[in-house]
């Protein structure tokens, strides 16, 4: 098995149980986008930035 592939799916296992959580900084909406960006860009997110496209 791919070593990558692997990693994704015990990732993926720690997700799904509870032993690991995402965080998220915020959600944008699609016309937002550029918003979402410039705090990626700026290195000011401490999580993981989200754009919900309708």
Known sequence: M???KA???EVMGML???RIK???EREFGF???VDGYEIVGSGRARGKVVVKVN
């Open 7 to 9: 990693l994704m799916e």
């Open 16 to 18: 799904a149980d509870g």
């Open 22 to 24: 995402a965080v998220f």
């Open 31 to 33: 016309e937002e986008v």
């Open 2 to 4: 791919d070593p990558g």
